[in-house]
């Protein structure tokens, strides 16, 4: 017999999540597929923003997902599934770049003990979405980067609400739950994002 949604979820969850989360949590295989593939490019774009390498955001998704099925009998949800899946990415991004951080204080570590020379710095590189037409694709492309760029330059936590909102069209309480935080704080950050994000086009264009 399927397991059914606690009431916590029943008053927060759509119909169609519920079920979706109730036939997961029963084992089904199927349902689970179809949540890997209708979520998985989205995901695998955000860990990318995040963590600026396509193999280490492909094992970030991955992670996520075998961790998902791994504990599938217990699976909550206190908002919407798209909203869980993205904190659950968020997380495993933090902890693998604490991994990185740690790995580099460690090749820092080893290579003053013999060299002075500083380690040469890795610029991030920026990832553009496609263009919505063959006919505007150089100028689609050209003002992605535009915004994709002067988005990097935001503190994080605005970067992130705004990428959120703008390229995978999170709710206020979805990116709320992703950033730890309550829904009227991610509208102090979107409208500071905004303003920021605003200043910086602007003075990219004079």
């Not at 979820?9 to 169609?16: E, F, I, K, V």
């Not at 709320?176 to 309550?182: E, H, P, Y």
């Amino acid at each position: 017999m399927a397991s059914q949604p606690n009431p916590s979820q029943a008053r927060t969850l759509s119909a169609q999540d519920a079920e979706l989360v109730a036939r997961i949590r029963a084992g089904d295989e199927p349902a689970f597929e179809a949540l890997h593939a209708s979520h998985h490019d989205a995901l695998w774009r955000f860990a990318h923003n995040q963590v600026r390498s396509a193999h280490a955001a492909e094992e970030i998704v991955q992670e996520v997902f075998l961790a998902l099925w791994r504990k599938r009998a217990t699976w909550e949800i206190t908002t919407t599934i798209a909203g869980w899946l993205y904190g659950a990415v968020r997380h495993h991004a933090l902890r693998h770049q604490q991994r990185e951080r740690a790995v580099v204080r460690l090749a820092e570590r080893a290579a003053l003990q013999t060299r002075s020379d500083a380690p040469a710095e890795v610029a991030p590189v920026a990832m553009g979405a496609s263009a919505p037409s063959a006919h505007q694709l150089v100028e689609a492309r050209e003002l992605d980067d535009v915004v994709v760029n002067a988005l990097a330059a935001l503190p994080e936590r605005r970067r992130i609400a705004m990428m959120l909102r703008w390229k995978h069209q999170l709710s206020g309480p979805e990116i709320a739950a992703v950033l730890g935080t309550t829904p009227e704080a991610v509208r102090v950050l979107l409208s500071r994002a905004r303003q920021e994000l605003a200043a910086l086009l602007e003075h990219g264009r004079s």
